[in-house]
């Protein structure tokens, strides 16, 4: 079936730079996509969405880009802190019914002090 | 505001043993999620509930995986009996609506559940 993945498992970044984190996605009908960071021990917390409508949103420090060309998401963190240390998943939601949001894998975003 | 309460934070049980999880949604939120999130992978759907009717259970393992949600507000999730590959993280999350639009979804914490 249609599915959500990530093109690198763990990210290693130093304090202070900026991170990029990949998602390649399958589903061209999927209405909206959300990026998710899940710290150890918690549930995903909603970082960022952008509509399939849209290329680029920004928000505080994070930036979403979606290439529908190459069925592309990708999230970039601005001068990363520790306090980033997380996975990240991108996520899906599919146009035409219920919100049912598809997960990807997963990227580990580690920071270096 | 009280987020997505869940219980207990931790199960530890043995194969065909039987478990259930509790989950107290955001206050007002009509849409319940239950999710399963094995170690290394993105949670994935097990059940949606709008009010205390199910919208989608088509990946909820109905042989042995049951959820219910008694007036619309608490819900329960119960895995008789457990096999090894229900080890994994459960869960719930909540969001105002769960209908045609899009509406942000509010996680608990968790259960995790071991198996041996």
């Known amino acids: 079936g249609e599915s959500v993945g990530l093109h690198l498992p763990t990210l290693s970044v130093q304090e202070g730079d900026n991170s990029i984190i990949n998602c390649a996605y399958s589903?061209?009908?999927?209405?909206?996509f959300i990026w998710y960071k899940q710290e150890s021990g918690k549930g995903p917390q909603f970082i960022i969405d952008i509509r399939s409508n849209m290329d680029k949103r920004q928000g505080q420090r994070v930036t979403v880009l979606l290439n529908k060309t190459v069925k592309h998401l990708s999230l970039q963190i601005a001068a990363t802190q520790p306090g980033d240390s997380a996975v990240y998943f991108c996520?899906?939601?599919?146009?035409?019914?219920?919100?049912?949001?598809?997960f990807g894998t997963g990227t580990k975003l580690q920071v270096i002090p | 505001e009280a987020g997505v309460a869940q219980s207990p934070r931790y199960k530890i049980i043995e194969k065909r043993q039987s478990v259930a999880f509790w989950c107290n949604p955001i206050?007002?939120?009509?849409?319940l999620y239950w999710y399963q999130q094995i170690l290394g992978q993105g949670p994935k759907l097990l059940i949606q509930f709008q009010n205390n009717g199910v919208v989608d259970d088509s990946q909820l393992p109905k042989d042995r995986f049951s959820a219910e949600r008694l007036k619309g507000v608490d819900s329960t999730l119960k895995i008789q009996p457990a096999k090894l590959e229900d080890s994994a993280v459960y869960l719930c999350?909540?969001?105002?609506?769960?209908?045609?639009?899009?509406?942000?979804?509010?996680f608990g914490p968790g259960t995790r559940l071991t198996v041996l």
């Open positions: 996520a899906e939601i599919p146009s035409g019914g219920y919100q049912k949001v598809t």
């Open positions: 206050s007002g939120h009509a849409t």
């Open positions: 589903n061209s009908a999927s209405d909206y």
């Open positions: 999350a909540s969001s105002l609506s769960g209908g045609f639009s899009y509406n942000e979804q509010f």
